[in-house]
C-alpha cells in the first residue's frame, strides 16, 4: 500500500473500535513534518486508528500512551528496558540513536478519528544519507541488540501495551502517564535545543507539564514548547 496512514483515512469511516493498520511494505510513508520516511523489508510500519470524536487536547497525548507501549514492547522483546529512552515529542532511541517514531494525524474537518502512525526500524536503518543534518542517528533493533523480531510478531507485543497504556489514560487521565514517560525520558536535566518555526531555543530540560508541552529552563526563565524539533 501506499501508506498506512493513507489506508486509515479511506477506511475510519467503516471502524466500530480502535484499529490496526499492518503494512510490510509501503510506497509513500511519510515522518513528521513532511518528510519521507523509508520503509525497508522487515521493517514494523502501522497505523492504530482510534475512531473519534477526539477531543483536540487529548490527541496529541496519545503519542506519550503510544511511546510508552513502544518502550513496553522493546522491553520484552530484549530484556533490556534500560537501552531505551524517549524522546520529545515521539521518539524512541535505543543506545542514544533513533529506532522509532511515531506520527499523529487528526482524520475528517471535526476530529473524526485518530491515526497513530508509528514506525519502527527492526531489521534496518535508514543510512546516514537519508536523515537531516543534526538529527539523531538512525538504529536498527536487530544491529543494536542482536533481536530479530517479525513485524506481525512485534504487533502482538505492541497492540495489547497500547491498550493497557490507554485504558490508564481513559480511567487516570495523563498524570500517570507522564510520571512514566519522564521516568524514561531521554536528557532530563540536561540542556538540550528545541528548533520552533524561526527560532531556536536552548535550555535545561525539565519536564514535561500536564498538556504534554516540554518545559526548558532557560536564562530568560522557563518555557513552554507545543511543538519543536528536538537537538541534543
Ligand atoms: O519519526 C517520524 O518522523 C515518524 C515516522 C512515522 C512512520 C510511520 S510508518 C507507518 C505510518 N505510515 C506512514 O506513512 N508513516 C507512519
Redesign the pocket.
Known amino acids: 500500500m501506499d501508506?498506512?496512514?493513507?489506508e486509515a483515512a479511506r477506511r475510519f469511516g467503516d471502524l466500530r473500535g480502535p484499529t490496526w493498520i499492518l503494512?510490510l511494505h509501503?510506497t509513500?510513508?511519510?515522518?513528521?513534518?513532511g518528510?519521507e520516511?523509508r520503509?525497508p523489508a522487515g521493517n514494523f510500519?502501522?497505523?492504530l486508528v482510534l475512531p473519534g470524536p477526539i477531543a483536540p487536547a487529548t490527541a496529541a497525548l496519545r503519542s506519550f500512551v503510544a511511546s510508552l507501549a513502544l518502550h513496553d514492547a522493546f522491553a520484552a522483546v530484549t530484556g533490556r528496558a534500560g537501552s531505551f529512552a524517549l524522546k520529545w515529542p515521539?521518539?524512541v532511541l535505543l543506545n542514544g540513536g533513533?529506532v522509532a517514531?511515531?506520527?499523529l494525524e487528526t482524520i475528517g474537518p471535526r476530529g473524526d478519528a485518530l491515526s497513530i502512525?508509528?514506525?519502527v526500524n527492526l531489521a534496518q536503518a535508514p543510512g546516514a544519507a537519508q536523515v537531516e543534518a543534526g538529527a539523531l542517528r538512525p538504529v536498527s533493533l536487530l544491529s543494536e541488540t542482536g533481536a530479530s523480531v517479525t513485524p506481525e510478531e512485534f504487533l502482538d507485543l505492541l497492540a495489547p501495551a497500547f491498550a493497557r497504556h490507554e485504558a490508564q489514560f481513559a480511567t487516570y487521565g495523563f498524570a500517570p502517564i507522564r510520571t512514566a514517560w519522564m521516568d524514561r525520558a531521554a536528557r532530563r536535566g540536561e540542556v538540550i535545543t528545541a528548533r520552533l518555526p524561526g527560532e531556536e531555543v536552548t535550555g535545561r530540560f525539565d519536564t514535561v507539564d500536564e498538556q504534554g508541552q516540554l518545559v526548558l529552563s532557560t536564562p530568560q526563565g522557563p518555557r513552554r514548547i507545543a511543538a519543536a524539533d528536538v537537538f541534543f
Do not use: E, F, P
Open positions: 501508506s498506512t496512514l493513507n503494512a509501503q509513500a510513508a511519510r515522518g513528521r513534518r518528510r520516511w520503509h510500519a502501522a497505523t515521539n521518539d533513533k517514531g511515531i506520527l502512525g508509528i514506525g
